[in-house]
């Protein structure tokens, strides 16, 4: 349909409109606002690895994949928007907001890119 005739008169469809771009993943923090020369290497690599998607194995074999959102100085993490894998091939059960306690993390992983991001190169 290129084009609509009401009484007798052509109307043009309207195109629609754009949705607003949106930023992927926004970080926001109550914390003090520190600069990076004030950060320790420590403190500057978990600042990097906030939003980006970790796979850590745990004591009891499983695997849980999700993004990482915070820490303490325990070293317990958090995951969003986790998945829980039980054995490798199946399918994962989403848990959603997960805290990992610190003495049940066997290993860690980032998921980096396969090949690296506009965003990831400005850094």
Known sequence: ???LSISGTQVQPQPL???PVTEPF????NAPQMSDANLTP???KLQKWLGRVLRIVITDGRVLVGFFNCTDRDANIV???C???LVEGQEPRLLGNVM????????????????????LQAQ
């Open 83 to 85: 998945a829980e894998y």
């Open 100 to 119: 990992v306690a610190k003495k049940h993390i066997v290993s860690l992983n980032i998921d980096e890119p396969s090949t690296p991001s506009a965003s």
């Open 26 to 29: 926004r970080i926001t923090t």
């Open 1 to 3: 349909m290129s084009d």
């Open 79 to 81: 995951l969003s928007m």
């Open 42 to 44: 420590g403190r500057r």
């Open 17 to 19: 409109p754009q949705p």
